[in-house]
């Protein structure tokens, strides 16, 4: 015999109280089945199997039969009801079995937000294959008229606007706040973190995910000078664990449909959008737009680019060849790179709506790409483990 069905998902614990009367098999298994499918008062946690076995013992009275409910904790999955005898007492026993992968926490399915989860219910978005989301940014400075956590509110607000969408598929982390700043310390505000120190912790990050068991990890970048170090932590998380891991810098999403930023542009390249400019602006204003100091924006220039080099500029969505970065303070006497009096909230709602319809795209085939799989060259077999902390399994 088998029940198809679950358990109760909101179940966290077994329990089941009392004695019934036994009379024959039938209303042994009628009662089986209804303790199973009624709302019982139960706790049974997540990610466990439940294994409940219903036996029927008789009583010293002959006429009088008691089913026992004996409980075991082992892993979760599909409600099998299978019923087991003896040669004196056929029907006497039956058993329960929830085996592996079927019993899920309704908030692991439907909640996005990594920090709101219990660690049981983390076992449980594990199991789903979920996709974790860190953003990355920075506290530093974004001219007069922005303030300082701009590359924080865009990644954490774009990763959530992809979150809600499919939260079945996505757990954003809490966001990592400070990035590699040290050419912004001559205006005040802007936090550095050291480049070494910063690898690191994102390292001690996807380590952990992956340690965990959540194989796939993409850090979602809202700061430009993150990237190079955000690459190598990515490449490291690659070779030192079993998980894949990738950084996206938000605004590159504008450039997978390649008619988007066309046809959203309105500032030249190369120079209109590279700092505090028209798509930052833009994006806070619409997602943070009471804390813009609107009559504060101005338009800045960008020294280098006025040299019309064809080796050395810069832009969010293009670098010259050769390009010469030092000091901001250097290039620009505001903090602003850029042409930020052409920002409007409603280009950010375009921006920002864009953006999370390219993340989700993203993770849906990032989620079920399989993990690419190295071979060795080697003619002899390597007598040493590979150095450098890397993987050497094969």
């Known amino acids: ?39 019982v008062a139960h706790s049974l946690s997540p990610n466990r199997l439940a294994r409940a076995r219903y036996r029927v013992h008789k009583s010293p009275r002959a006429t009088q039969r008691r089913a026992r409910l004996q409980l075991c904790v082992a892993q979760c999955g599909p409600l099998v009801v299978r019923e087991r005898g003896t040669r004196e007492h056929p029907l006497t026993t039956l058993t329960i079995i929830l085996q592996k992968g079927s019993v899920m926490s309704n908030r692991a399915e439907t909640e996005y937000r990594y920090e709101k989860l219990t660690w049981l219910e983390i076992n449980d978005a594990i199991e789903l294959g979920k996709v974790c989301i860190l953003p990355c940014g920075a506290v530093e400075q974004h001219g007069p008229h922005l303030p300082l956590d701009v590359d924080l509110v865009c990644p954490a607000g774009i990763a959530a606007g992809a979150g809600r969408a499919i939260p079945d598929k996505i757990l954003v982390l809490p966001t990592l706040p400070y990035g590699y700043t040290g050419h912004v310390m001559d205006f005040p505000g802007t936090i550095n973190t050291h480049y070494e120190t910063y690898i690191k912790q994102v390292l001690d990050v996807t380590k952990s995910l992956a340690y965990h068991g959540f194989k796939r990890i993409v850090l979602l970048n809202g700061h430009g000078s993150n990237m190079p170090n955000l690459d190598l932590a990515a490449r490291r998380t690659n070779l030192e664990t079993d998980a894949d891991c990738v950084v996206v810098a938000w605004w590159n999403l504008l450039t997978v449909d390649k008619e988007f930023l066309p046809s959203w542009r309105e500032s030249k390249f190369p120079g209109g959008c590279a700092h505090a400019c028209e798509l930052e602006t833009s994006l806070y204003l619409y997602l943070d737009e009471d804390n813009v100091r609107k009559d504060k924006i101005k338009s800045g220039t960008i020294s280098i680019n006025e040299e019309y080099s064809p080796f050395n500029y810069v832009d969010l969505f293009g670098q010259g060849p050769a390009t010469v970065v030092s000091w901001t303070s250097s290039y620009s006497q505001t903090g602003v790179l850029g042409d930020a009096e052409k920002a409007t909230k409603e280009k950010g709602e375009r921006a920002y709506n864009e953006s999370v319809k390219q993340l989700v795209r993203f993770v849906e085939y990032f989620q079920q790409r399989p993990r690419d799989r190295r071979h060795r060259e080697q003619r002899t077999r390597p007598t040493m483990p590979m150095p450098w902390g890397q993987r050497d399994e094969v």
């Not at 089941?16 to 199973?36: F, H, I, P, Y």
């Open 1 to 39: 015999m088998t029940y198809s069905g679950y358990w109760p998902p909101a179940a966290t614990h077994l329990r089941v109280a009392g004695r019934k009367e036994l009379r024959d098999r039938q209303t042994l298994l009628e009662s089986s089945e209804r303790l199973v499918s009624e709302p």
